[in-house]
């Protein structure tokens, strides 16, 4: 890690003294579609950030590295919020368009609809990283970084089987992230790997899903039967879809689907809050459940046993990667990328990071250790 802060350093330098002319103060605005920092100042913003929102701890993990990387690398940078807005989204290329960037890191808030954005931006000239989430049906996609995220939903299969063991019929619920989100469908594609051979051995009984229940004996699912499920059970990524879902399903169980039961949840927003949704059915003996995202509170969750597990996706990694990306664009060499994925229009050329499962067991040796957190941020580590 140090080593790649200081390869980051020297090259954002290098970077800096090619650009003749360009400001070096560091400008990090974080207000949704606001680009109040650069106002007032003759400074050029060479690397634009858009994050979807700043209501999920998980965005601001990523933001705080961003500042902190491309700040430390020399980069007068912007990271700019969509509040979950397509048109926010929009604005925010605009902004920065209109500032002069060369390179556009972007998360998309809708993976489809972001393809206006970034066209414009490749109209003018600007290169485009997609980050994190892939950005569909345009060719105007340069680069995408990301998590392994058919790991991820693999990992939270997998944890759900561990914990059933030899146990049968374990009702399961499943769970998903926002239909436009093409995460979504990698995280239940991993997860539909791991889960269908024990669906069909009996050890789980799917709970809440007619369309799942519909393609159980299929090992592998079409994008549109993925699409049929995700459409049942998503949460729209939001706190409350979330409950509330998590409510209505409880409620139209009978009780063969309480007892000791299994939640594949997709991350930690919503694991939290179908957590505590789960907790307080009386009938509902006890629940296993997965997340993602490492967010402090679900971290917290793990330690007090509410939440069972979550993925730790190192955002000083992807983060980095990024702006390894763009300091390579801007020297005007080819960046160093390791996969490819087909965005329905191309195969984006991709940077994949792995993943860490974090249980009770490990939060102190991956989070603590790692540097990614400080001990005193929680309760009941040893
Ligand atoms: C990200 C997750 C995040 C989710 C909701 C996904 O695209 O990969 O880390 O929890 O979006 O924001």
Same mark, same amino acid.
């Given at each position: 890690? !140090? ?16 650009? =003749? ?24 913003? %060479? ?5 979807? $929102? ?39 290329? #605009? ?20 393809? =206006? ?36 939903? !693999? ?12 146990? *049968? ?10 239909? $436009? ?43 549109? %039967? ?25 409620? =139209?169980? @009978? ?39 490492? #967010? ?43 996969? $490819?994925?087909? @965005? ?6 991709? *940077? ?21 957190? #400080? ?8």
């Amino acid at each position: 890690m !140090k080593k790649k802060v200081l390869s980051l350093l020297l090259a954002g330098a290098m970077v800096m003294s090619m650009l =003749a002319g360009c400001g070096s103060t560091k400008q990090t605005d974080a207000g949704a579609g606001s680009a109040a920092a650069d106002k007032g100042s003759d400074s050029k913003v %060479e690397v634009g950030v858009v994050l979807p $929102t700043k209501d999920e701890p998980r965005w601001l993990q990523d933001q705080s590295q961003f500042e902190s990387i491309l700040g430390d690398a020399g980069f007068t940078n912007q990271v700019l919020f969509s509040q979950g807005s397509s048109a926010t989204e929009k604005t925010n290329v #605009e902004t920065l368009l209109n500032q002069g960037i060369k390179v556009l890191i972007i998360c998309a808030q809708d993976g489809a609809a972001a393809s =206006a954005a970034v066209e414009e931006a490749k109209d003018a000239g600007v290169t485009v990283i997609a980050y994190d989430r892939l950005i569909t049906g345009t060719d105007a996609v340069d680069y995408y970084v990301t998590f392994d995220s058919v790991a991820v939903g !693999k990992a939270q299969g997998q944890y759900l089987v561990d914990n059933a063991g030899d146990k *049968k019929d374990v009702p399961l619920y499943l769970y998903a992230g926002a239909a $436009t989100d093409n995460n979504a469908f990698l995280f239940f594609q991993g997860a539909w790997e791991v889960l269908q051979p024990k669906i069909a051995d009996g050890t789980f009984v799917i709970a809440n899903s007619s369309e799942a229940e519909a393609v159980k004996d299929k090992a592998e699912l079409t994008r549109e %039967e993925e699409g049929k499920i995700i459409g049942q059970v998503s949460t729209d990524w939001d706190f409350n879809v979330a409950k509330s879902k998590a409510e209505s399903n409880l409620t =139209a169980a @009978n009780e063969s689907m309480k007892g000791d039961v299994a939640v594949l949840a997709p991350n930690d927003g919503t694991s939290r809050s179908i957590a505590d949704v789960f907790a307080t059915d009386k009938d509902v003996t006890s629940y296993a459940i997965t997340g993602q995202d490492t #967010e402090k509170a679900s971290v917290q969750y793990v330690l007090d046993g509410k939440q069972s597990m979550t993925v730790f996706k190192d955002t000083r990694k992807l983060a980095a990667d990024s702006v390894d990306m763009a300091v390579s664009i801007l020297k005007g060499e080819t960046p160093k990328t390791d996969t $490819t994925y087909d @965005n329905d229009s191309k195969e984006v050329p991709a *940077k994949q990071t792995d993943i860490q499962v974090v249980t009770k067991d490990n939060v102190k040796e991956a989070l603590i250790d790692s540097g990614y957190y #400080e001990a005193s941020e929680f309760t009941g580590l040893e």
